[in-house]
């Protein structure tokens, strides 16, 4: 059999499978620590933190309205659960790091070279899915709820309520804007062509307002927040889908010309 110089390292010696539960043990540990010590620090300004999530309401609110908690824990809870989603969402990088940590040994060099930049790309996209969630859906959405109700009834939104909202809208854009990744992999992998791909995009468009309406509350307004980006950055991966089928044809043809 002939060296075509792409092994993986681990085939020089394979660990005994308790050698690999021990290090996955010890990956996850780390992980875990890596949460707990950032919800530590973090936990002195949960109320904060609280605070600048409620904000994108709480500044369409009438002067002197103020948020309510209906339960006797919520103003205890709510703050405690969002600075332990917080603490997961910034520990996420070395989360990442540990898990490719573990799995790095035994991959090929070219699956290495690729497998990094997708998982960098992954974590950014994902934080700016929330970003964006934050700073332009948020905004719009709670105008649009506070300003289309009945005049005489005055808005007094519960804290526990209000985090699960934004929580499951935080994900929701968060998951939507890997559409990117998923795509390319898609035609990368061979899975699907670009030309397959494009030829569904009535589909997709249909797709992504039903993803869309299921995510989001239900609403047209919410509903087009999120369907509309998830199709554009459908749109994106295409896009570096055909770039990279074309860059790996012409290194094909490379050879040949010599």
Same mark, same amino acid.
């Given at each position: ?13 394979? @660990? ?20 707990? *010590? ?9 109320? =904060? ?23 006797? @824990?919520?103003? $205890? ?8 989603? *917080? ?8 989360? /990442? ?5 573990? *799995?790095?040994?035994?991959?090929? =060099? ?54 699960? $909202? ?5 994900? @929701? $854009? ?63 991966? /295409? ?11 012409? =290194? ?7």
């Amino acid at each position: 059999m002939s060296d075509t110089g792409d092994t993986p390292p681990s085939s020089q010696g394979h @660990a005994p499978l308790i050698e690999h539960l021990v290090e996955l043990r010890s990956r996850l540990m780390r992980a875990v620590i890596a949460i707990l *010590v950032i919800f530590l620090a973090l936990y002195a300004f949960s109320n =904060d933190i609280y605070q600048f999530v409620a904000d994108p309401l709480m500044e369409l609110l009438p002067e002197g309205s103020q948020m309510i908690a209906t339960e006797v @824990a919520s103003p $205890f809870l709510a703050p405690f659960k969002l600075t332990l989603v *917080v603490a997961v969402f910034v520990a996420i990088p070395f989360v /990442l790091h540990q898990a490719w940590a573990f *799995v790095a040994p035994g991959l090929y =060099d070219k699956e290495k070279a690729l497998a990094l930049p997708l998982l960098a790309s992954s974590v950014l996209l994902f934080y700016l899915g929330a970003a964006f969630a934050y700073y332009v859906v948020f905004p719009l959405l709670f105008a649009f709820f506070t300003q289309t109700g009945p005049e005489n009834v005055q808005v007094m939104t519960d804290i526990n309520q209000y985090l699960n $909202f934004v929580l499951k809208l935080f994900f @929701a $854009f968060g998951i939507a804007f890997e559409i990117p990744i998923a795509t390319f992999l898609l035609i990368l992998t061979g899975a699907a062509s670009v030309k397959s791909l494009s030829a569904k995009r009535p589909y997709v468009i249909l797709g992504c307002f039903v993803i869309g309406m299921l995510m989001t509350p239900p609403d047209v307004v919410s509903q087009s927040l999120l369907a509309v980006p998830m199709y554009l950055l459908y749109e994106v991966g /295409l896009l570096f889908g055909r770039l990279v089928k074309r860059r790996s044809s012409d =290194d094909e043809e490379a050879p040949d010309e010599a």
